[in-house]
């Protein structure tokens, strides 16, 4: 049962919840970063989350040590998303490294397509296509207020004057919206490839199946002009593991 009197999610089959739990504890990196809890508090006041949200390290260790199924679920559709990654709670002094599970966990939701994880990456798609098409992470013309709200007022100001900003830049680098800098097609596929043969992709197309297709199409036919077959590569990496 969950720990918490307002638990969540009772309509799952405990059955879901245990296949996910096991996922989780079935990864090789788990077993190196959960050794018991002491419950000394020392990694919630070391976490920069814990300051703005209703978030606690020492609750994921505590949950994942008691194999708390229930409250697991919980964590990894509402507060899983909260951590900032930071990894102070490393100063554990039992070792313990919470943000690693959490690490697991979110690789977890991914791979289900858990509405929690598309909802947190969702404002990352746009990212994620730049970094695919482009090869750089933050272009310009990405300063929109639909895309970075938090900025307030400003970003208005900064996205009406993206051409008058740009020209602002140090000479050397590019003065265009659309790149941050220039990227050889060579690092662009390279990346691709990565990302194709490491099984990231199909991670993307859970998430985002609409970016995913743009991404097969744009990339692909890139491949296919500098005279590249993803497919080779697949086959060589397979005869690679046998």
Known sequence: MSIYADAKYSEVPVETKQALFDEVKADMRYEHQ???CYECGICVAACPSARFYDFSPRVFAQVMAREDVDTFYEL???????????????????Q??????ITIM?????????????EALKSYSRIIYKIMSTGTQVAPDMLQPDFF???????????ENLDVWRRCVPPETMHTTELAWDVSEKTRLELYMIWKLTGNLEMIEKIDEGIFMILEEVMEELLEENG??????ENLLEEDEE
Do not use: M
């Open 76 to 94: 990894l559709n509402d507060s899983v998303w909260d951590c900032s990654q930071c990894f102070s709670c490393t100063r554990c002094p039992r």
């Open 96 to 101: 313990n490294n919470p943000g690693a599970v």
């Open 106 to 118: 979110r690789e977890v939701a991914v791979n289900h397509g858990l509405q929690s994880a598309k």
């Open 34 to 36: 959960l050794y018991g």
């Open 228 to 233: 590249y077959d993803i497919d080779d590569f």
């Open 149 to 159: 709200p938090d900025w307030g007022p400003d970003v208005k100001q900064v996205s």
